[in-house]
């Protein structure tokens, strides 16, 4: 299976639960030491992992990178897609290469992933796809419309390729809420964030990585497979519809 964002945060939150449930896991990301670090904390609990580098919003490495997968492993059942990019800028004020670069790590792709993965899983009459989109689609706040605009249109992908996946592969989403991770802990204002959405969720605690690796997990099991399609809302209720 494949983890991509694996080199921290919740994609290495994710890569790690799968790896304690004996799957051999191929972690990909950008940032070596962070990989090799995941790597490492995965040997040390017994479990299997390798590592690729890959940028996601590069087509040529995206495809190589899943040959290779398919090459060394001989399989690719499960693509947990957590890989993305996040912050606070105005529109007035936002550039046009950032704009552009959100588009595409967060939606280029797993546009990328999707296409590359699938032929391998319908050939195997198996597989299970998970993106990553976000609350901000249902709950916008001012500095977010180049994120919102590339996590809402995960939505859209994830539908259409869905109807297009055939019998034995899933392809969904996660919706994640606001998430403790060490990425979003450098964001100016995280703290006062994380206070107001605390006082607007159902459940009255922060999120943390480990409940959104624990979605993950069940939407990539053989239990979830009458679910496709779908986007899984992991915000603690602060959002009920979409």
């Not at 799968?18 to 479990?47: C, H, Y």
Request: charged content about 15%; aromatic content about 8%.
């Amino acid at each position: 299976m494949i983890v991509t964002g694996a080199a921290a945060g919740i994609g290495r939150e994710v890569a790690l639960n799968f790896a304690a449930q004996d799957a051999q896991v191929i972690l990909f990301d950008i940032n070596e030491p962070g990989l090799q670090e995941t790597q490492s904390s995965i040997q040390r609990s017994g479990g299997k992992a390798d590592i690729k580098l890959c940028d996601i919003s590069n087509e040529q490495e995206v495809t190589s990178a899943i040959d290779w997968t398919v090459t060394t492993h001989g399989k690719v059942d499960i693509l947990a897609n957590l890989a993305g990019i996040y912050g606070f800028q105005l529109l007035a004020d936002f550039p046009t290469d950032l704009y552009h670069r959100y588009i595409g790590i967060n939606l280029n792709g797993p546009f990328f992933l999707t296409r590359a993965v699938l032929p391998h899983m319908q050939k195997a009459g198996y597989g299970r796809i998970i993106h990553t989109s976000s609350t901000g689609y249902a709950d916008p706040k001012p500095g977010l419309t180049a994120y919102v605009a590339s996590k809402a249109a995960v939505i859209g992908l994830v539908r259409s390729a869905a109807m297009e996946a055939g019998p034995g592969v899933t392809i969904n989403a996660v919706m994640p809420g606001v998430i403790d991770t060490d990425q979003a802990r450098s964001l100016d204002g995280f703290e006062a964030l994380c206070k107001m959405t605390i006082e607007r969720q159902a459940v009255k605690r922060q999120g943390h990585a480990a409940d959104i690796a624990h979605a993950v997990s069940f939407i990539a099991s053989a239990e979830a497979s009458f679910f496709s399609g779908q986007v899984f809302n992991c915000s603690g209720g602060e959002t009920f519809s979409f």
